[in-house]
């Protein structure tokens, strides 16, 4: 999938299937703003002497305002209504999958408690006019354009397609995460928390403590949209493309900046890429864009949980931005700082690139700016709370061990946080001279707490992390930049969000003093270069890479699928694995644990798969069953023809029993595990 023409034509053959991805992510917007209303309903508050709604000088008559005094504003009230959906449903679903070992439950709470705050909200609002809080082609420009870009990068995601000798599931994401992330739900769903171990290692039932918040998410919104996990996959990938922008413009609305700048932060966030010439190359031919480095927004368009954690963290933003607007020492700066935290902890869930480098920033600056006692310990015990339900799968069964970092500064590792620092944030290293004087002004003398504070704070221990720190797993394996991949989620995170509060900042200064000074003047001059880049990039972003699979590949998984249990852990055929890596974007279709190769399996399964896979390229006489830990798994999928046919001999050996699937494959199984099994979802 080389072309454009390729990818036109593909979408051209499937337009139904295009509207209903378009329906599901509104209906998943509409669902999360619906269950979220308990954000905006702590928001609300009376006005009166610019007291707390809870106060003795409030009339109980009062007219209401709604976010920060700013009057009652409908878009921002959904922005932060789809935040607390988020939060919500997140939170919701992750106890009932320990609970009762399925989201469903979660998903019932979720509406109980939308039903009973949309009620409080709708009362508390009525008598009150509501307005839209910008106009209406801004609004609709800066959800139109995250939704049209969502689609068209994501769209590619089980995508049928049709030829001649029959159906196609197409898939265009690059590294293939979103299949991983999909097979993560699918056994999520069916076995609840903590997670059983993905390999179905026999060394261990579970898997090492890892974020889980992404497939929750998506588990829940199947079940709401009744739609497949990949489908709640790529609906909330564009809710959250969405939710950064109305996020960003909410920042930038409350701050009064012109309109038009209001567009420049709200969409430029999405499309940030490296200062360099911009690649008009990639308008013909999308797959150079494979070479771009280094990359700043693009990480979010393959990663889920990427663009899901920038997303809650962006919300968390708005709350702070209610806490600084909030009269000090009120109820109201109490309640903004604990959302804050719960939003920053609830993205740690989704994934913790953020959270490590925003919670810290939190109690930073809120000790640099001189914050009560009691809103820093509220803040820190909101994030330990967050700390804990990432934690207790160790808490609760045994877990194999997490992988190691260390400190280990390298000159290759300085020299690629250096090409970042230049190529990646050097625009807005130059914006942020001015706040960052203001900063450290704000050490010696006691200033009012900004959002762009905790941005720069967090940007700038991403980094001093970058420099400083290596996961030691990858060490071994390829040179820096490929070797390091965990490393730069988070400054790249960073500067997603430091992008509309530095132009919030810059806007402010220079409509205060009448001019721009050189630092910004290059600074938005090298900033308009990131984003033509970006935007190159995110045109050609689904026609980068492409994977087609047979529908007769999903055929034998759904068989496989019907006959076994959830927790059924399954061999592969390699004729089904297509070169191994391939088949992760069908494995969430199976819904087993089942052995092939990712780049995070543990040495002994990758041993297993080694030594099971010995049986389709030996032809001596060894046997490769005697001490073989793949002999401990519940089933094999095989085909029956002679490429298969020493395997099949070896389970046999085992007394497996096999029984057909479709297509020519079979379903072996030890009699143990044939005896016990049932119909899996």
């Not at 869930?349 to 006692?373: C, D, E, M, N, Q």
């Not at 203001?438 to 504070?453: E, F, W």
């Not at 009448?514 to 270069?529: E, H, P, Q, R, T």
């Amino acid at each position: 999938m080389g072309r454009y023409g390729v990818v036109f034509e593909f979408l051209g053959q499937q337009p139904g299937f295009i509207a209903t991805t378009v329906l599901n992510a509104v209906l998943a917007a509409l669902f999360l703003a619906f269950v979220g209303t308990w954000l905006p309903l702590l928001m609300v508050r009376r006005s009166g002497a610019g007291a707390d709604r809870e106060s003795p000088g409030t009339p109980p008559d009062a007219p209401l305002e709604a976010l920060l005094g700013s009057g009652l504003n409908l878009s921002e009230m959904f922005a932060v209504a789809v935040g607390g959906g988020l939060m919500l449903s997140v939170t919701l679903g992750t106890a009932s999958a320990y609970l009762f070992k399925q989201v469903g439950p979660g998903v019932v709470l979720s509406v109980v408690v939308g039903v009973l705050t949309t009620l409080l909200l709708a009362a508390r609002l009525r008598g009150n006019r509501v307005r839209l809080g910008t106009g209406v082609w801004t609004l609709a420009g800066i959800t139109t354009i995250p939704l049209c870009l969502g689609l068209w990068q994501h769209v590619f995601m089980a995508f049928p397609h049709d030829l001649p000798g029959g159906r196609m599931i197409v898939f265009a994401d690059m590294h293939r995460d979103s299949g991983f992330h999909v097979y993560m739900s699918s056994i999520l769903r069916d076995t609840g928390l903590p997670l059983v171990d993905l390999h179905g290692s026999p060394a261990h039932e579970f898997a090492p403590v890892t974020h889980t918040g992404h497939a929750v998410l998506m588990g829940m919104l199947a079940a709401v949209l009744r739609t497949s996990l990949y489908g709640a996959s790529t609906a909330l990938w564009i809710v959250s493309m969405v939710l950064m922008a109305w996020s960003a413009a909410v920042l930038l609305l409350r701050a009064g900046v012109p309109k038009a700048f209001v567009w420049l932060g709200s969409l430029t966030l999405l499309v940030i890429g490296p200062v360099t010439t911009p690649p008009i190359a990639l308008l013909t031919q999308p797959d150079l864009a494979i070479r771009q480095s280094p990359l700043v927004s693009a990480r979010m368009y393959w990663n889920l949980p990427q663009a899901l954690s920038i997303a809650m963290v962006a919300v968390g933003l708005v709350c702070f931005d209610w806490y600084c607007r909030a009269q000090a020492g009120s109820r109201e700066r109490l309640k903004a700082i604990i959302v804050t935290a719960a939003a920053i902890a609830a993205s740690g869930w989704v994934k913790p690139s953020l959270f490590v480098f925003y919670g810290p920033a939190l109690v930073i600056t809120l000790l640099v700016h001189r914050a009560s006692l009691r809103e820093i310990a509220m803040a820190v015990l909101t994030m330990a709370g967050g700390v804990v339900v990432y934690l207790l799968p160790a808490m609760l069964v045994t877990v194999p061990g997490q992988p190691s970092w260390s400190v280990h500064p390298s000159f290759e590792q300085t020299q690629a946080v250096i090409e970042f620092i230049l190529l990646g944030s050097g625009p807005a290293l130059l914006l942020a001279l001015a706040p960052l004087r203001q900063l450290a002004g704000s050490v010696v003398r006691k200033s009012n707490p900004k959002p762009l504070t905790l941005a720069v704070v967090a940007m700038g221990g991403s980094l001093l992390f970058a420099l400083l720190f290596r996961e030691d797993r990858f060490a071994a394996l390829v040179d820096f930049p490929v070797l390091q991949p965990n490393i730069w989620w988070g400054p790249s995170a960073c500067v997603v969000l430091l992008f509309p509060l530095l132009l919030r900042s810059v806007v402010q200064r220079i409509i205060a003093v009448g001019k721009a000074d050189w630092f910004v003047i290059s600074g938005f001059i090298l900033a308009s270069l990131q984003v033509v880049s970006g935007l190159l990039y995110a045109i050609a972003y689904p026609a980068i890479v492409g994977r087609v699979h047979p529908q007769l590949d999903v055929d034998i998984l759904v068989a496989a699928r019907e006959k076994t249990a959830p927790r059924t852990r399954l061999l592969l055929d390699p004729m089904l694995l297509h070169e191994q890596v391939g088949f992760t974007d069908l494995a969430g279709i199976l819904a087993r644990p089942c052995l092939f190769a990712t780049n995070y399996m543990s040495d002994g399964d990758r041993q297993n798969l080694e030594s099971w896979d010995k049986l389709f390229h030996e032809t001596d006489e060894t046997d490769e069953t005697q001490g073989a830990g793949w002999a401990d798994y519940d089933g094999a999928i095989l085909a029956e023809g002679s490429g298969s046919e020493a395997a099949r001999q070896a389970v046999s050996d085992l007394s497996w029993t096999s029984e057909g699937l479709t297509h020519g494959f079979q379903l072996w199984r030890r009699p143990e595990a044939a005896s016990g099994s049932r119909s899996g979802n």
